[in-house]
Nanobody, 127 residues
């Protein structure tokens, strides 16, 4: 199983980026996919997650209204469209897969429930 996160880069505050998580080696459309991030000196936190069906999604309060998660099961890829980026969004972003396929929209997905993790992509937002 491989999860390949891409799309990170350096942008100015207010800018946009789109991250992609391409999966291989698993039956993609039964997995929920989550995006997590870790800033320097901070713990990893959940950012967003999407259910296997694509019908349920979770967003952390810090990104709600600015980030949009989506998935293309035909391409085995999940996207995280990030708008109005802020310096506090600076972090390494990781995607992960959970075979349960479920996302609870009102609670952060527990990281220990995700079986497979990608290598991360760095997002740097300058003020």
């Amino acid at each position: 199983v491989q999860l390949q996160a891409s799309g990170g880069g350096s942008v100015q505050a207010g800018g946009s980026l789109r991250l992609a998580c391409a999966a291989s080696g698993l039956v993609f459309d039964i997995y929920s996919i989550g995006w997590f991030r870790q800033a320097p000196g901070r713990e990893r936190e959940a950012v967003s997650a999407i259910s296997a069906s694509g019908l349920s999604a979770y967003y952390s309060d810090s990104v709600k209204g600015r980030f949009i998660i989506s998935r293309d099961n035909a391409k085995a890829t999940v996207y995280l469209q990030m708008h109005n980026l802020k310096p506090e969004d600076t972090a390494v972003y990781y995607c992960a897969a959970d075979i349960s396929g479920v996302v609870v929209t009102i609670r952060p997905p527990p990281m220990d429930e995700y079986q497979y993790w990608g290598q991360g992509t760095l997002v740097t937002v300058s003020s």
